[in-house]
Structure formats: structure tokens, C-alpha cells
């Protein structure tokens, strides 16, 4: 609830998930050790990836309203989206008596959408921010209630890597936010600036990875490395394209090797047995170790020097058009 510009939960009972979650489990655990029931709403899309027991809602309407108010004691229950597909009205902000919030991985207003890791790794920001804010009816414009900034660690270079060390800390802040609201702790809002922000769209590894090879050499590093595990990796084609797309992964970027001249750019240069030598538009050359096909090998060993990755400019093109957008049941064409 909202008083005097603070956030608190009187007598806090239920804690009520709306959204998917990869530590669900873990977030049942903390809290039933503080003595909390817990519920999970998902959408049909999200659903399939939860093992635990859930109800699905794909819009909020008159059936999940009636849901809400049979199964829960509103004002104290703590309504928590975790990346839900739901879209929460004004009508629904009042109806769950403002203990809707939402927990978001980077710093806002700067950071607010989707695709957290991948752009996070694309921009080499190295700042990881726990944050909780109240929803609005914008996106991810919320008032926040709290938050908690750490660095990543120099080893975190993949988005397996980022979201690894994100969600042991989500669970740290989870947990301490939690305790704190059953304490009686009241949260001073803080509100966003409405003229500063960025908005990064959601994307898709399978439309927006496409490598263009004219990139300078730092940038295609963090850009390969950005749809690395656990996605499929970012695309490209190999000479004539008689493998198909191909998807790139454990790359390194290499000083070692001497300068070469941008229409060089996705020649490789040398095989060296377990790993390819790989020409840049820059200073740099990429070291590749995994070049996989669409049944996931590795066609590294079928690979010689002077053959060269490209990727057709209509696929980039195609790329940089796409806008993904993910409904309650997955991600539309458009």
C-alpha cells in the first residue's frame, strides 16, 4: 500500500507471482522459511517452462479478478511480477490496492524493456542493479521502492555467465526486501525522471543475431558473445552458405596476429586445430572454437583457411527491421 509517499504491507500473509521465473523453486523456499504462502500465475506461454504448481491467465479480466478475490486476502498479499505477459490497467493497479511491484535486473530509468543481458553485454555495462518498483501504467516506470547495485565479475562474459551471478543476487535481495516489508519497514518512493531513460526492446537470437561482419572488432566481440549460451548463438553463413546458417560461440578477441584491411573482414586466416583465426574489420582478430550447424555440431574440422564467414546484407537488413514482441502465448510475427 501507498501512504505519504512510502510503501509498506500491513501484516504481509502471501506472496502471489505473476510472470516466469528460473528459481521459482527457490523463492517457494524463502518464503515458506519466513512463514509466507506462495501462488504462481503464469501465461500460457511462460507456463511451459514452470514445474511447480501454477494457474494460467492470459488476460486480466473479470475471471481473474474473481480468481484473485476468492484465493486471496488482498490488502495483505504482495502481488510480484517477474517478466509477466500480463498488461496491468489502472483498473487493475486499484484493484490490487497498489502491492503490485516488479523486480527488474539494471538500473531504471536507464534500462527499462527487455533483453537485459544481451544489450547489457553489447554495451560492456558491467553493473549489475537489484531493483523493486511499483508498476504503473507504463513500462517499467514505476515508482522504485528499493534496490541494490554490484559489479559483475570480470570473469561474467556470456549471458549464462551474467544471468548466473544475476539471480544469486536477485534471491539475496528478494530475500532481504521480503524480511524487511514483514518488519513494518515502510520504503520511501523514489520517482523516476520522466525525461531521462532509454527503452531496450525484447529481441530474438533466431531474427536479430545475424553478424555483420563490417562491425569494428570490439563491438562484433561483445556482439557474438551477447546470444552466446544459452541461446543459440549469433548467425551467420560460411562461403556459399552450402551449410546453412551457422552459429558462433566461444569466441576470444586476439591481438597476437598482425593487422589486416577490412575486406578481410570474416576470412579466416588460420586453422589451428581446435580453433579458428578469424579476420575483423580492426585491430583485432576473433579466435572462434565453436561453429555449429543446424543439428548443433561443431563443423569446425570441416573448415580451412581462406574460407570466410558472411552474412547476406538482407538478412541484416531483415534484422534490424524485426521488432519482437512476446503476447501472453509467445512471440508474435510481425
Request: hydrophobic share 35%.
Amino acid at each position: 500500500m501507498i501512504e505519504n509517499n512510502r510503501f509498506y504491507v500491513n501484516s504481509l500473509e502471501k506472496i502471489v507471482f505473476i510472470g516466469f521465473s528460473e528459481v521459482y523453486e527457490k523463492l517457494i523456499q524463502i518464503n515458506a522459511s519466513l512463514n509466507l504462502a506462495t501462488e504462481i500465475i503464469s501465461s500460457s506461454d511462460q507456463s511451459k517452462g514452470i514445474h511447480t504448481k501454477h494457474v494460467i491467465f492470459d488476460k486480466v479480466d473479470e475471471k481473474f479478478y474473481l480468481y484473485i478475490q476468492d484465493t486471496c486476502n488482498i490488502e495483505k498479499t504482495l502481488f510480484v511480477s517477474l517478466g509477466s505477459r500480463l498488461i496491468f490497467r489502472k483498473k487493475t493497479i486499484e484493484f490490487l490496492r497498489g502491492n503490485l511491484i516488479n523486480f527488474h535486473g539494471t538500473r531504471l530509468p536507464l534500462d527499462a524493456g527487455g533483453g537485459l543481458v544481451t544489450w547489457k553485454i553489447m554495451r560492456q555495462d558491467r553493473i549489475d542493479n537489484q531493483l523493486v518498483h511499483l508498476i504503473d501504467e507504463g513500462i517499467d516506470t514505476g515508482p522504485i521502492i528499493h534496490n541494490s547495485v554490484s559489479l559483475f565479475p570480470k570473469e561474467c562474459s556470456i549471458p549464462i555467465d551474467f544471468e548466473s551471478y544475476r539471480l544469486n543476487k536477485f534471491l539475496d535481495f528478494y530475500n532481504s526486501f521480503i524480511v524487511e516489508v514483514l518488519r513494518g519497514q515502510y520504503f520511501n518512493l523514489k520517482y523516476q525522471l520522466d525525461y531521462l531513460g532509454r527503452y531496450n526492446t525484447r529481441l530474438s537470437t533466431m531474427k536479430h543475431g545475424y553478424i555483420d561482419w563490417s562491425l569494428e572488432s570490439y563491438q562484433l566481440y561483445n556482439f557474438i558473445n551477447a546470444f552466446d549460451d544459452p541461446y543459440p548463438g549469433s548467425i551467420t553463413f560460411l562461403n556459399s552458405g552450402n551449410h546453412g546458417p551457422v552459429h558462433l560461440k566461444s569466441v576470444h578477441l586476439h591481438g597476437g596476429d598482425s593487422m589486416g584491411h577490412p575486406f578481410m573482414a570474416g576470412l579466416v586466416s588460420r586453422h589451428d586445430k581446435h580453433w579458428l583465426i578469424v579476420n575483423t574489420n580492426g585491430r583485432y582478430s576473433l579466435i572462434v572454437e565453436k561453429v555449429l550447424n543446424s543439428s548443433h555440431q561443431n563443423i569446425i574440422n570441416f573448415i580451412k583457411p581462406g574460407d570466410r564467414f558472411f552474412t547476406p546484407y538482407t538478412f541484416l537488413e531483415s534484422s534490424h527491421s524485426y521488432k519482437a514482441i512476446y503476447s501472453s502465448k509467445g512471440e508474435e510475427e510481425n
